[in-house]
């Protein structure tokens, strides 16, 4: 057969590592685009000028665009026959990309586990873009449920790889240079307040809301080549279990991010990812609003410039959060409109 299936669950091994299809060269359109999808507002990622001022020899790609591209890489490879995307950790970003930089990716596979009704099982995989020299930007594990073709097959080896919580704060900072704080323009910013001024515990309502389109998720998702089947056709999703297309998780994180901007605008860079959870599935014609809570401010050693703050970032569907909105009265449930729980840590100017 010259068409691709995707990989099924049996075909994975523990060991295997899988060079991905197909090497992107990003540039100003697909900056274009994704800020004509999301609206972010980060002053570094925006301007020349700014991010020249303060020590970038000119402004990075947004990190969550260089996230989606990546991880876009792998979709036909590792979650074409997925059911779901389950989770991600020790997710760091190692060096900038500027427009103009070459992206491909290759993944490993570190753990499998069938599910008990072995008709699907969880792949453990991590996967790494590489820029056109060679240098690695991004490192991430992620876990996702992949359907089985033969129930019956048998699993060669199974293993659960053990996963850090967080990431410590001496692993961050690769991919942010050196910055002049005397330049950062707060104003122009949006923001005066720095690294000092936020406190753990401390918890912040976003305020504003963003509805979704049809037309949006799924030409986000494209510019990806993200390849999932669940995004794409109708005419299969309206036979399945929801009626219509999921959007990509993906495309959740990135809104939540740009509306993060009021309260955070000075947290210009995603240093890191600990953990992140797709709660439950967005539709387009729905809203999202999004919270932050500070888990935790770090000193990153040996650098006066920046210092980070460990962000946990709650977004919701159709339900502002000006009362945080997070658990039932459980005390162990997610609240119904909860749809994401990203754990991260974001750099800010001292």
Not at 25 to 46: C, E, I, K, M, W
Not at 211 to 221: P, S
Request: glycine share 8%; hydrophobic share 40%.
């Amino acid at each position: 057969m010259k068409t691709n299936a995707g990989n099924f669950f049996e075909d994975f091994r523990i060991g295997q590592t899988i060079r991905h299809a197909t090497p992107r060269t990003v540039t100003t359109g697909d900056v274009a685009l994704y800020t004509a999808l999301y609206g972010p507002r980060f002053a570094v990622q925006s301007s020349d000028a700014f991010a020249a001022a303060i020590g970038y020899p000119r402004a990075p790609i947004d990190d969550l665009l260089v996230f989606h591209i990546v991880f876009g890489k792998t979709v036909p490879d590792i979650s074409l026959n997925a059911v779901a995307n389950l989770g991600y950790a020790a997710c760091r970003f190692l060096a900038p990309v500027y427009p103009g930089d070459t992206l491909s990716s290759v993944s490993e596979v570190i753990g499998l586990k069938e599910n008990s009704n072995r008709q699907t099982g969880v792949v453990y995989v991590r996967s790494r873009g590489h820029n056109q020299h060679g240098d690695v930007v991004l490192d991430y594990v992620r876990w996702v449920m992949v359907r089985k073709r033969d129930p019956n097959a048998p699993v060669a080896e199974e293993k659960v790889p053990e996963l850090p919580k967080a990431l410590p704060a001496d692993s961050l900072g690769d991919a942010c240079p050196e910055i002049s704080v005397k330049h950062y323009d707060f104003e122009l910013a949006g923001a005066t307040h720095r690294f000092a001024e936020y406190h753990a515990g401390e918890k912040i309502d976003h305020v504003d809301g963003m509805t979704v389109e049809e037309a949006e998720h799924a030409t986000a998702t494209r510019m990806y080549q993200n390849t999932a089947k669940v995004h794409f056709n109708q005419l299969s999703e309206g036979q399945g279990r929801f009626g219509r297309r999921l959007i990509y998780g993906g495309h959740v994180i990135s809104l939540a991010r740009a509306l993060s901007f009021n309260g955070l605008a000075n947290a210009f860079h995603i240093a890191a990812i600990n953990g992140g959870r797709h709660v439950a599935p967005l539709f387009a014609g729905l809203t999202v609003h999004a919270w932050s809570e500070v888990l935790e401010t770090a000193e990153i050693p040996g650098r006066d410039d920046v210092g980070a703050l460990r962000l946990r970032t709650i977004a919701t569907k159709d339900h502002p959060c000006t009362h945080l909105p997070l658990l039932q009265e459980n005390g162990k449930d997610y609240d119904p409109s909860v749809i994401l729980d990203l754990d991260y840590w974001a750099l800010v100017p001292r």
